[in-house]
């Protein structure tokens, strides 16, 4: 007689299902950070007090002038002899306060030992909240109590205001354009600041990218730079700390 065998072993759990180990990723799947911060396109030095003293120029009055003759005469040497213009320039000492961004996570001391890499993951991801504290207070800190005076609301930084209101749609991308060419043209007419960023929210930033010209094309990919991030020659950085 032929002998049967009936399978009875499954990777069910009341079977075998405790036997079969899955395999782990040895890392932790995570939202995908923010590419850069709003910190990052400003100079910046480590300190150790509790505030800062900067001098900054406070008024430049400029009389350079042609030492002249008290008579207009074009003679060889005819303004020696004559005063010079006289210029003045003065400074103030301003004082920043340094503002304490924190914040923690408890664990114990043994979960830390028996998993090493957890330390790290709680570092990183403390780390990186700071960094978003840091873009939200540098673009819209309202300056009260211990927070910062953020660039959107200090009345002392350049605006160019907002552009003009029923703007269509259609029409948005390129006023959008011509007010941050704007803002660039107001920055170097105050004795050539440097621009060296357009801070952009990814829906503005969407829009600018997918305009498209009258018989269909897309505009901005078609620049010599081969649709690289910038307008105006000037680095755009795309972030959700900015506002739409």
Same mark, same amino acid.
């Given at each position: 007689?032929?002998?049967r065998v009936q399978?009875?072993?499954?990777?069910?759990?009341?079977?075998?299902?405790? %036997?079969?180990?899955?395999?782990?990723r040895p890392?932790?799947?995570?939202?995908?950070d923010r590419p850069?911060?709003?910190?990052?396109?400003?100079?910046?030095i /480590?300190?150790?007090?509790?505030?800062?003293?900067?001098?900054?120029e406070?008024?430049?009055?400029?009389?350079?002038?042609?030492?002249a003759?008290?008579?207009?005469?074009?003679?060889?040497?005819?303004?020696e002899?004559?005063?010079?213009g006289?210029?003045?320039?003065?400074?103030?000492?301003?004082?920043?306060?340094?503002?304490t961004?924190a914040?923690?996570?408890?664990?114990s001391?043994?979960?830390?030992?028996?998993?090493?890499?957890?330390?790290r993951?709680?570092?990183?991801?403390?780390?990186?909240? &700071?960094?978003?504290l840091?873009d939200?207070?540098?673009?819209?800190?309202d300056?009260t109590n211990?927070?910062?005076t953020?660039?959107? %609301?200090d009345?002392?930084?350049?605006?160019?205001?907002?552009?003009?209101?029923?703007?269509t749609?259609a029409?948005?991308?390129?006023?959008?354009?011509?007010?941050?060419r704007?803002a660039?043209?107001r920055?170097?007419?105050?004795?050539?600041?440097?621009?060296?960023?357009?801070?952009?929210n990814?829906?503005?930033?969407g829009?600018?990218?997918?305009?498209k010209?009258s018989?269909?094309?897309?505009?901005w990919?078609?620049v /010599?730079?081969g649709?690289?991030?910038r &307008?105006?020659?000037v680095?755009?950085?795309?972030?959700?700390?900015m506002?739409?």
């Open positions: 007689d032929a002998f399978k009875t072993i499954s990777g069910l759990a009341a079977s075998a299902g405790a %036997v079969v180990r899955p395999d782990r890392d932790v799947v995570s939202n995908p850069m911060f709003i910190r990052e396109l400003i100079q910046s /480590p300190t150790s007090s509790n505030a800062v003293e900067v001098m900054r406070n008024v430049f009055t400029n009389n350079a002038a042609v030492q003759p008290s008579s207009a005469s074009t003679a060889i040497g005819a303004g002899w004559q005063t010079k006289q210029s003045n320039v003065t400074y103030e000492l301003v004082t920043v306060p340094i503002r961004m914040h923690w996570i408890p664990a001391r043994q979960v830390l030992s028996d998993a090493p890499m957890l330390q993951l709680i570092d990183s991801k403390l780390m990186y909240g &700071l960094n978003l840091s939200a207070q540098l673009l819209f800190g300056g211990q927070n910062l953020g660039l959107m %609301v009345a002392g930084v350049e605006s160019v205001g907002q552009i003009a209101a029923g703007t749609a029409n948005r991308p390129g006023a959008m354009l011509d007010h941050i704007a660039i043209t920055c170097q007419t105050f004795e050539y600041y440097n621009v060296n960023g357009v801070v952009l990814p829906q503005d930033w829009t600018l990218e997918t305009a010209g018989d269909g094309h897309y505009i990919v078609s /010599p730079t649709g690289e991030s &307008l105006w020659r680095p755009v950085i795309v972030s959700n700390a506002t739409v």
